[in-house]
Structure formats: C-alpha cells, structure tokens
C-alpha cells in the first residue's frame, strides 16, 4: 500500500525558488506528488552567517520504502548540482523526509520522523498547510500542535500562494 510521505526542501544559492521548483517536481520520481505547500522565504538556523532559505514542503504517495525514497532524494540533490559541504551550510538544495505515514525508522542513515523537525518553523509552517492533522508518531502531537508549542524565534514569511494544496 502507498504510504504519503512529506519532504522538505530547502534551498540558499542561485535561483532558490526555481531550485525547490524543479526539487519537488523531481520527486515525481518517487511516486504521485499530491501537494506542494507555499514557498517560504526563512532565517538560516544554526550557521547564520550564510543567505536566506527558500522552504517547502511537498506530499509524496509512494510505494517505495523510505531507503528507496531517500535515495531518489540524494538523487534529486545531486541533479540539481548540490556540492556536499559542511553540515548546516549553504546549499543548492537540500531534501529531508519528515514524515514517512505514520512509521518510524531509526538506521545509520535514516531517521524519521526528522529528528528537528518538531523544533524548526520553517518545517512546521509549511507542512501545516499540507498536513494541519497529521501526527508525529514519536511525540504523538499533531502538526498543528507542535507548530502551537513551538518556540523557534527564526523568521518564516510565506510568499504567496506559490504552491498548490491537495
Ligand atoms: P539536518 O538533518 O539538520 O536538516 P542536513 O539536512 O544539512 O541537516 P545533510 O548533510 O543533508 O544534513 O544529511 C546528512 C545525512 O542525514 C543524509 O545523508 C542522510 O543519510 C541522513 N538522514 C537521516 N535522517 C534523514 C531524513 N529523515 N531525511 C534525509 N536524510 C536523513
Ligand atoms: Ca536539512
Ligand atoms: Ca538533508
């Protein structure tokens, strides 16, 4: 059975907003896209010596396993010209799978749910519009109370309707 999975895309060099364009359209690669959120345009977290971000999120159904899924995501990252540099750094595009269903998975490679995702707005913002009920099945909140319960004091400033909800 197809899972919906949520991905996050980021990017800070070049034309960023095209960059999380052709990202999520990319991931079509990975099965139905059935949402891309609203762009955003948000403070670096961490290293904050570096240029804005352009945020989003996209709902992917898939039928691959989140292994699979993750390499279609480093696949896309390296299309799109992604030099792996320093953790936090600067990048042409970076894609994080948030949520996989309701699964959990925990290896060398992966963990999901994202293990700051509950901590950053620049996630929470956008998968808010896509996914308001969705629950985190590790803190067993919903998207929309882990967005209330939020203190992340990083701007996020949404663009517009740039994306398309289901
Ligand atoms: P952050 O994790 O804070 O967002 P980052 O995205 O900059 O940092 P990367 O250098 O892009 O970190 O990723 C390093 C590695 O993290 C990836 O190669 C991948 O193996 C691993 N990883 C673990 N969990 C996930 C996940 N849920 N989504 C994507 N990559 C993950
Ligand atoms: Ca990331
Ligand atoms: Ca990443």
Known sequence: MPVIAY?????????REGNVR????????AGRVAGLSSLYATEPVGNREQP?????VAAVETSLDPGELLAVCRSIERELGRE???RWGPRTIDLDILLYGDRTVSTDELTIPHPLMAG???????????APGAVHPVLRRTVVEL????????????LGTAGTTP
């Not at 991905?7 to 034309?15: E, K, Q």
């Not at 804005?52 to 989003?56: K, L, R, V, Y």
């Open 7 to 15: 991905i996050g895309l980021g990017s800070n060099v070049g034309d």
């Open 22 to 29: 052709r990202a999520a359209a990319f991931l079509a690669g």
């Open 52 to 56: 804005g971000f352009i945020n989003a």
């Open 84 to 86: 792996r540099t320093v």
């Open 120 to 130: 950053r707005r620049f996630v929470l913002e956008p998968l808010a519009e896509l």
């Open 147 to 158: 967005l209330r319960e939020l203190q992340d004091p990083h701007a996020v400033v949404r």
